[in-house]
């Protein structure tokens, strides 16, 4: 035996005006316990409107478009008497939703022809990350779940192909294919046009030969760094006529066949004294990014430029060092990192690197830090300047600086400080003793 059962609006918390956006059934379909019959929207929220019982769709009677109220017949169905029984109706829970939405329940109204307690789910209709971008994707809570499950930005599908604008499974659908297709075009892997293959030879002659290993892990690093960290290189010059002529006289009173001590052990020292004072240039973030990781050793890493390609040497506690000391290693490690013979631990534990141009030329340039290290210091070739010092222009040998930095860990103000007490140092290097 069989009875109809008239499936109504229930109470919506006296909303009137409640739009029909989707009308899941037709007659003749058979709907099971908790199946949407059709999705309801008001100003605020989506809702699934859900059979309470199973059985077999007589008539439909909304529509798309339709706006509804309290009360208004949704469906008419035939349901067998043993499912209509008020025991079983009442079995009819509540659509539990794993959805990271607000979830309330309302009483579903269903006409008297059955007496069974009714229930409506109420699901609001925009996750919070939607919302914080003060667009309300337009989609039922089944095509949300589904874009869920496949990790779909719901914000990010602009105009839905349904009824006012919403958002279809298949939108969800065409939304993936599309962002697969373009992912594969881009063979970096991080979203990024690769350069396209040009057949050199059409212009002229040409020889291919293959990078070093080093200059291709080297790529690979600087590549990786200039993709991940908000660079920021921050110039200067500092005088150092006091500092060269100080190493003049160190050098004057070595052996003949000493290592003659050059600037860049005295731009070690103020660096790792200007480490101290600031110790940010001397910390490095946790991989995820949460923590700031402060270190209390100063080992300095050297760009050595070697027939294959460049290499960080790391000098240890240079703070512990003195400049001969500094000198000595500083010869050892290059000569070794020249000769390619550098073990891979003397290339390790860095917490700053300088990469000096100096004995080459140049005016400036923009180092890329030697991440997890949160800082690279640049050097260029002395030259003497004019610089005024009040009523005169005094010749200055003037040094270069280059201070490339993580943003992230390092503000701008802080990295002008950091310079201000490098400079400090270089320009007296009395300093370092104090
Ligand atoms: N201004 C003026 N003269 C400088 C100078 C500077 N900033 N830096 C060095 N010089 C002088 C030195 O005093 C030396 O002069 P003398 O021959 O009269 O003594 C000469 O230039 C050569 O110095 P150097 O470069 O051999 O020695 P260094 O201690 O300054 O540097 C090293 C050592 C290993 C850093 C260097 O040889 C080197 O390899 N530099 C290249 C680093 C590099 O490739 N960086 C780029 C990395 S990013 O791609």
């Given at each position: 035996m069989s009875s109809l059962i008239e499936i109504k609006v229930p109470d919506?918390?006296?909303?009137?005006?409640?739009?029909?956006?989707?009308?899941l059934i037709k007659p003749g379909d058979e709907v099971v316990l908790e199946q949407t019959l059709a999705v309801m929207e008001t100003d605020k929220a989506t809702m699934d409107l859900p059979a309470s019982v199973a059985?077999?769709?007589?008539?439909?009677?909304?529509?798309?478009?339709?706006?509804?109220?309290e009360g208004t017949l949704v469906a008419t169905l035939e349901v067998s008497d043993e499912a209509a029984s008020p025991s079983k109706a009442e079995q009819a829970a509540p659509v539990v939703s794993n959805e990271p939405v607000a979830v309330a329940t309302a009483p579903q109204t269903v006409a008297p022809v059955v007496e069974s307690?009714?229930?409506?789910?109420?699901?609001?209709?925009?996750?919070?990350?939607?919302?914080?971008?003060?667009?309300?994707?337009?989609?039922?809570?089944?095509?949300?779940?589904?874009?869920?499950?496949?990790?779909?930005d719901l914000s990010k599908i602009a105009n839905g192909s349904g009824h006012k604008g919403?958002?279809?499974?298949?939108?969800?659908?065409?939304?993936?294919?599309?962002?697969?297709?373009?992912?594969?075009?881009?063979?970096?892997?991080?979203?990024?046009?690769?350069?396209?293959?040009?057949?050199?030879?059409?212009?002229?002659?040409?020889?291919?030969k293959a990078l070093s290993k080093i200059k291709r892990l080297t790529g690979q690093n600087l590549t990786r760094v200039w993709l991940n960290l908000p660079l920021v290189t921050y110039h200067d010059e500092v005088s150092i006529d006091e500092?060269?002529?100080?190493?003049?006289?160190?050098?004057?009173?070595?052996a003949k066949d000493a290592v003659k001590v050059t600037g860049l052990v005295f731009?070690?020292?103020?660096?790792?004294?200007?480490?101290?004072?600031?110790p940010a240039f001397n910390s490095s973030l946790s991989a995820d990014g949460e923590k700031q990781i402060f270190?209390?050793?100063?080992?300095?890493?050297?760009?050595?430029?070697?027939?294959?390609?460049?290499?960080?040497?790391?000098?240890?506690?240079?703070?512990?060092?003195?400049l001969l000391q500094l000198t000595a290693e500083l010869a050892e490690k290059s000569e070794l990192a020249r000769q390619g013979k550098l073990k891979p631990n003397e290339m390790q534990g860095g917490c700053i690197t300088i990469s000096s141009l100096g004995g080459i030329g140049g005016t400036a340039f923009t180092p890329i830090v030697n991440a997890p290290e949160v800082a690279i210091l640049g050097v260029t070739r002395a030259k003497m300047q004019p610089v005024w010092n009040g009523s005169a222009f005094e010749p200055k040998l003037m040094l270069p600086l280059d201070l490339t930095y993580d943003h992230r860990v390092i503000d701008g103000a802080e990295g002008a400080r950091f310079m201000e007490a490098l400079k400090n140092y270089?320009?007296?290097i009395r300093r370092l003793l104090l």
């Open positions: 919506l918390g006296n909303v009137a005006d409640i739009d029909i956006i989707d009308v059985g077999k769709i007589k008539q439909v009677h909304i529509k798309v478009g339709d706006k509804v109220a307690p009714k229930q409506a789910v109420v699901v609001e209709a925009t996750p919070s990350s939607e919302s914080n971008l003060g667009f309300k994707p337009h989609a039922t809570p089944g095509v949300r779940l589904f874009a869920r499950e496949l990790g779909v919403r958002i279809l499974k298949d939108d969800v659908k065409n939304f993936v294919k599309k962002s697969l297709a373009t992912a594969s075009s881009a063979s970096t892997g991080a979203g990024i046009p690769s350069i396209p293959a040009v057949d050199f030879a059409q212009f002229g002659p040409i020889e291919e500092m060269e002529n100080f190493r003049k006289s160190v050098n004057a009173g070595l731009i070690m020292k103020a660096l790792v004294a200007a480490m101290q004072k600031y270190k209390h050793y100063f080992h300095v890493g050297i760009a050595v430029d070697t027939p294959n390609g460049l290499v960080v040497p790391v000098i240890r506690d240079v703070n512990q060092k003195s270089l320009g007296d």
